[in-house]
């Protein structure tokens, strides 16, 4: 007994122990549920909830009574029960609609016919003499949904006497992809190795996993592509299968599907066949029988993402066939399970003497019409590849029969990776709102994704995940407010940034207006920022080759031209940027005429488009009155300042913040503006060979020559293995 009795006090301690170790860590993420520092707050909220009533029993609706009770428990700093009956106290009632007839009688049918799959409610009602808050939806998924946005509207401290919020989803799929690897690293990770412990699965299940789901039914995702783009057949193989089942099991209580990627010449790797021909009854029959193991294993199974024809990665085309090929073959072996085909369209080859902006459109567009009615084409925002900043890709609206699906970048590839603050909403925003003119003014980007352009029912967004084994998820900490950002826009494309960041920084940080105001600045400035100091202007494609970190304007020698920079800002003696006129690549020609309209004019261009457009003289003078080259300086170093303003900024709202993560950010900022530094220093030296123009006497002159920061290599991005 008394054995037992000490080792249960050595187990307290270490436990209290470890919780201090890991305070302010980051690895709760906006999940905090800290109680709520306010008093009136606090205990406004508490007269209203005494506890919390489920009406029915699932595996979601036991995941609902879980997170309510403890979100609301932590919020409130006292234990709030699941009730046994709804009647005897103020609380939360939480049912789906016919199952639950005590919601079935409190929603009014008005509102109930609003809501849609995923949807939810959540209002007052009184019922029995006592007032309580109602969470309906159509489904459980909606229920979960409904209880996470209630515990959000808690932790931002909204007024909750009269709630009546319904919401649906606009998007359908809503979908985290992760480029990990089978052998634990992440391609274009920066935040540790893979959360899937192949190694250890389907034994072992990690708890991360379980945080993960939570996280991300908090902010309405709904499914994740566990394997990389570049996929490896080996996850077919029995043995895998099962491990993803694991994973699948546990993200089933939190409404994510899991999705694997599909490495098109698998039947040939994994199933010994001799082609993966998509039109060879064997090949048919393959996939067909893969599926349905697949879905032995895991009944919710989402379905394939497939990256096919693209950098090396096998696809129909080595067999004379096409996109719809390939996607319709897998499509078929999906659908009778109800599963999806998710097929990129980031698809560009070397041989291909067009531009590399224009060859997605040109493969896919004649294609539109023959896709499945369960295949999606996933496109990334922009033509290119997730760039700083980049004209939206020109293939949104130019499909109106098929679903195409956004791919949005969580990680930070061409971004500063793991250590630049830089806010992703405000670009997933930019691109969002950005109007295609497809069906006529107002048909923005975000009507083209949500579906509600040219009325389809399957519409989705996919982010590729920042996410890895590092304690805090992200790496860097402010990277959480692009998973979150991600989430709640794919949720519904038409929020703003600033909403978001605010709602982010109150539940991750503090509520003090002040802190709040300054981290939602912080990062809403933070993306232009970046843009200044690495690509201003219209500039692209101009990092350093391979990990693409760090300023590589220089780069030339690639095993393929369309991976240097030379390729894509074109300086020479007259001037700089890639003509996409008319004159040049013809680019702007795949876009409709009144948005090429506002590009085609180097005069009209917007400034940040510029140089993707046009190819311009050095000393052309630009609406700024500034000459070409005297901007390019102005921007570079408005860019540093800039970086040097967050750092003050954060520093101003130090009291607000707890130490640890003080420092976390504070660090960071550090490397960031020296890199900024870096960034201008690099870039000017290099175009000033070209423009043969002075660096305004305004600005920082670059302590090197141009060949002192060619030798500046960068050994040490993940997956780049360091050299002398
Ligand atoms: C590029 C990355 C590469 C990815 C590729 C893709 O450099 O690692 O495999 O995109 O999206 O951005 O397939």
Known sequence: ????????????????????????????LWLRYDKIEKDETREKY?????????????????????ELVRGISGLLDRNIPLGKKPVSTPGIIVGVLGQSAIIDHAIPKAEAEKLGPEGFAIFKTKRTGENHIIIAAKDEKGVLYGAFHLLRLLQSGVEIEALQVLENPKVKLRLLNHWDNLDGTVERGYAGFSIWNWHQLPQYVDRRYVDYARANASIGINGAAVTNVNANALVFRPDYLKKAAALADVFRAYGVKLYLTARFSAPIEAGGLETADPLDPAVQDWWKNKVNEIYELI???????????????????????????????LADALAPHGGIVMWRAFVYSNEEPEDRAKQAYNEFVPLDGQFRENVLIQVKNGPIDFQPREAIHPMFGAMPKTPLMMEFQITKEYLGQGTHLVGLSNMYEEVLQTDTYAR????????????????????GMAGVSNIGTARNWTGNLFGQADWYAFGRLAWNPYLSSDEIFKEWAKM?????????????????SSHETCVRYMTPLGLHHIMGPGHHYGPGPWVSDMPRADWTSVYYHRADKEGLGFDRTA??????????????????NIDECPLPFLLWFHHVPWNYKLSTGN?????????YQQGVIEVGQLKGKWKSIEAFIDQERFDHVRM???IQEREAQWWRNACLSYFQQFSNMEIPASIPQPEHGVEYYKTLIYPYAPGIRPRW
């Not at 004159?583 to 085609?600: I, N, T």
């Not at 000459?627 to 921007?635: A, F, G, M, V, Y």
């Open 508 to 524: 991750t940080f503090s509520h003090h207006p002040l802190a709040v105001k300054t981290i939602a600045d912080m990062l809403g």
């Open 583 to 600: 004159s040049g690549s013809d680019a702007l020609s795949q876009y409709f005429p009144d948005f090429r309209h506002q590009f085609e």
């Open 46 to 66: 508490s007269n209203q909830i005494n506890q919390i009533y489920i009406d029915g029993e699932s595996l979601i609706l036991n995941t609902v009574a879980k």
């Open 440 to 459: 006529g003014e107002g048909s923005t980007v975000a009507k083209v994704i949500d579906g509600s352009l040219d009325g389809h029912a399957l519409s």
């Open 1 to 28: 007994m008394r054995i037992q009795h000490l080792l249960f006090s050595v187990v307290l301690v270490l436990g209290i122990f470890s919780i201090n170790l890991h305070g302010e860590d980051g690895y709760r």
């Open 299 to 329: 009944p919710d199974f989402g379905g394939f993402l497939v990256k096919a024809n693209s950098e090396g990665q096998p696809g129909p085309q080595q067999y004379g066939r096409n996109h719809a090929d390939g996607a319709n073959m």
């Open 627 to 635: 000459s070409l080259w005297k901007e390019l300086c102005t921007q």
């Open 668 to 670: 960071h900022l550090e």
